[in-house]
């Protein structure tokens, strides 16, 4: 039997928490089940194509508690979240325009994953330099959460992730 | 709508925990400059917008407002096959990267 760590235990609960009502309305924007004020390391899967953004998330995050993990196109993100199974992370960073498999075909997949295996919904937050004005709309119904507009600055970031549980400081 | 300039120096002054990244960051830039210019010759111009799209979408969190603003340009004349547009943006891309100083404080 393995130890259980505090941050599974809080994904667990979370995952029991909102998994229902995420299952029952996949579209209405689901609630964060964390806590208030509850501040914890999170496992954030990153997905950018860009090295220089990756960099600058990277650095961003350098002296947080939280870990990254980074895949460099939507198809390298479906298996990284196929491979760390049911909330194996805590939020998903979506760039949306990406070679090989974009954000919008991913974060489907990953919706569709998580509906057909009754997997908690992980949140997935767009990360966009926007080029036309629909892009919002279509990454919500993709499937994100929200959206945070590149080029992205620390402080947003940290408040974004604060919002999923993480701490900001 | 004024046009951006850049042909004179300015200081721009990055979060000091960006200091590695930076002169990597603009490397890069002379890169793109160079990416952009062969594109023009070749009046490749989705390569324009592409390269632009990347820049607007980094260039201010690593505190160069300007590439985003550059970068802005470059994807809109890339999208609209506008050649001449394009021009005047790389050179501004050129002007800022040789004009711009960077300052940690």
Same mark, same amino acid.
């Given at each position: 039997?393995? =130890?259980?760590?505090?941050?599974?235990?809080?994904?667990?609960?979370r995952?029991?928490i909102?998994?229902?009502?995420a299952?029952?309305?996949p579209s209405?924007?689901?609630t964060?089940a964390?806590?208030? @004020? /509850?501040?914890?390391?999170l496992?954030?899967?990153?997905?950018?194509?860009?090295e220089?953004?990756?960099l600058?998330?990277?650095?961003?995050?350098?002296?947080s508690?939280?870990?990254?993990?980074m /895949? %460099?196109?939507g198809?390298?993100?479906?298996?990284a979240?196929?491979?760390a199974?049911?909330?194996g992370?805590?939020v998903?960073?979506?760039?949306?325009?990406?070679?090989?498999?974009? &954000?919008? $075909?991913?974060?489907?997949?990953i919706?569709?994953? %998580?509906?057909?295996?009754?997997m908690?919904?992980?949140p997935?937050?767009?990360?966009?330099a926007?080029?036309l004005?629909q892009?919002?709309?279509s990454?919500i119904?993709?499937?994100c959460? %929200?959206?945070l507009?590149k =080029?992205?600055?620390? /402080?947003?970031?940290?408040?974004?992730?604060a919002?999923?549980? &993480?701490?900001?400081? | 709508v004024?046009e951006?300039?850049y042909?004179?120096?300015?200081v721009v002054?990055?979060e000091?925990?960006?200091?590695?990244?930076?002169?990597?960051?603009?490397?890069?830039?002379?890169?793109?400059a160079?990416?952009?210019?062969?594109?023009?010759e070749? @009046?490749?111009l989705e390569?324009?917008?592409i390269? &632009?799209?990347?820049m607007? @979408?980094?260039?201010g969190?690593? &505190?160069?407002d300007?590439?985003? $603003?550059?970068?802005?340009e470059l994807?809109?004349a890339?999208r609209?096959?506008?050649?001449?547009?394009?021009?005047?943006a790389?050179?501004h891309?050129?002007d800022?990267?040789a004009?711009?100083?960077?300052?940690? %404080?």
């Amino acid at each position: 039997m393995k =130890p259980i760590r505090r941050r599974d235990l809080v994904s667990a609960v979370r995952a029991a928490i909102d998994g229902g009502a995420a299952r029952q309305a996949p579209s209405v924007k689901p609630t964060v089940a964390a806590p208030v @004020g /509850a501040t914890h390391p999170l496992r954030i899967l990153l997905v950018e194509d860009t090295e220089d953004n990756r960099l600058l998330i990277q650095a961003y995050l350098k002296n947080s508690p939280h870990t990254l993990v980074m /895949a %460099e196109d939507g198809k390298l993100a479906v298996e990284a979240f196929h491979k760390a199974g049911p909330s194996g992370f805590d939020v998903v960073l979506m760039d949306m325009q990406m070679p090989v498999m974009d &954000g919008y $075909d991913a974060t489907r997949e990953i919706r569709r994953m %998580e509906s057909a295996d009754g997997m908690p919904r992980t949140p997935i937050v767009a990360l966009t330099a926007f080029a036309l004005p629909q892009e919002a709309k279509s990454a919500i119904d993709a499937g994100c959460d %929200e959206y945070l507009t590149k =080029p992205i600055k620390k /402080a947003t970031l940290l408040e974004a992730l604060a919002r999923y549980g &993480g701490d900001a400081a | 709508v004024s046009e951006p300039r850049y042909d004179t120096p300015f200081v721009v002054r990055p979060e000091p925990d960006l200091a590695d990244l930076v002169p990597t960051y603009l490397q890069r830039r002379h890169t793109d400059a160079e990416t952009i210019s062969a594109a023009l010759e070749q @009046g490749d111009l989705e390569v324009v917008r592409i390269v &632009g799209h990347s820049m607007k @979408g980094s260039g201010g969190g690593y &505190g160069f407002d300007g590439l985003t $603003d550059i970068g802005q340009e470059l994807e809109n004349a890339g999208r609209e096959s506008d050649a001449e547009g394009a021009t005047a943006a790389l050179r501004h891309l050129r002007d800022y990267l040789a004009n711009v100083e960077v300052v940690y %404080e």
